[in-house]
């Protein structure tokens, strides 16, 4: 966990179980469980590049980059703010 906060993270482990719900497994930004495309995409955006070039550049919606974008924030656990430090810290990195 991050910034010392093991404790209240145990406690709300404790609270999920006893209401029978599920904890989510911590993500990690990791841009290595990136597809091909989906790397790309966090590149472009992290340059700075808008929905609509990055739409243009796959040939593709904008609705299919915000999905892609989507994916990406998931997988990755970060926004939007957070895809530069995902990038630059990847083996893969191009850029």
Known sequence: MQCGADAL???AREELNATG???LQPR???ADSLTVQERAVAEWAAGGWSNARIAEA???????VRRLLSDIYLKAGCDHAGLPRL????????G
């Open 58 to 64: 796959l040939g593709a919606s904008d609705a299919v």
């Open 28 to 30: 990690t930004a990791d």
């Open 21 to 23: 719900l599920w904890p």
């Open 9 to 11: 993270a145990a406690r």
């Open 87 to 94: 990038v630059a810290e990847s083996p893969g990195a191009s």
